[in-house]
């Protein structure tokens, strides 16, 4: 069983970055909560996970930390 911000593991398996396709590793965002993060060495973004729904939009995804 997921709790609310956990996502699905066969979703979590399929899951990758819509900008550049690379695999995403689970993180924790600036504020506390769950994020996807592209591993993509010249990607990077960070992919909020609303109530267990990862919100793979690049428009609103965080650009990597510096």
């Known amino acids: 069983m997921t709790t609310p911000n956990t996502i699905e593991p066969w979703l979590r398996e399929i899951l990758r970055c819509p ?20 591993t993509g060495a010249d990607c990077g973004l960070a992919y ?6 990862p919100v793979m939009l690049v428009d609103e995804a965080r650009p990597p930390s510096t």
């Not at 900008?19 to 504020?31: M, W």
């Not at 909020?48 to 729904?53: A, F, K, P, T, Y």
């Open 19 to 38: 900008k550049c396709h690379a695999e995403v590793r689970d993180d924790t965002g600036p504020t506390g909560g769950p994020e996807l993060v592209c």
């Open 48 to 53: 909020r996970v609303d109530d267990g729904i």
